[in-house]
């Protein structure tokens, strides 16, 4: 888990934003480019690469440079520590399913602390 | 989508911070109050009530008061369109596998944009 501390903050703060995760939803198509991903939004290019930057420190995507172009590509497993961080809380918290049940509204309990 | 927008924009954000993840995962475990919430972490009480504010906001947690003792509880399905998001990535991303690898360690290919 401690490797994954700093990993998950950089992962969910960089999805924490729509621009950031609609540019992540495009290169599920496929590569592209600065200006393609761009296209799509009313954003000065430097926001966009500045964006794309952050996607890139937390592993998210990958960059690399041909020429004058910089072509950006979805790690595909990139996510899947978010994934599984988010699994491990939803699993134990459907086993507890009743135990929340009861305690939203309990039978004819006293309190409980 | 645009109605989680704002909601994934806020859970991730909620997510992105390790001190918070932790109490979600001590949540998992069954409702606490936030003296027990704050316990394991070296932190002024009213910092762990900021940072259960950032996750109540976020849909994660809800909370109700008993008398003087503010309970908190894990939203069972409240990580949803966060693992949905997520995994709406990955399947697509799988796909493109082949895709990518052709990409990344081109055959023979003269230069694609």
Partial sequence: MPKY????DRMFHALGDASRRAMVERLTRGPASVSELARPFDMALPTVVQHLGVLEAAGIVASS??????????????????????????????????R??????????????
Same sequence: chains 1, 2.
């Fill in 65 to 98: 440079k041909v020429g004058r172009v910089r072509t950006y590509q979805l790690n595909a497993d990139a996510l899947s520590p978010a994934a599984e961080w988010i699994g491990r809380q939803r699993l134990p918290a459907e086993r507890r399913l009743d």
């Fill in 5 to 8: 501390q700093g990993g998950l």
């Fill in 100 to 113: 929340l049940a009861a305690f939203l509204d309990p039978p004819t309990n006293k309190e409980t602390t």
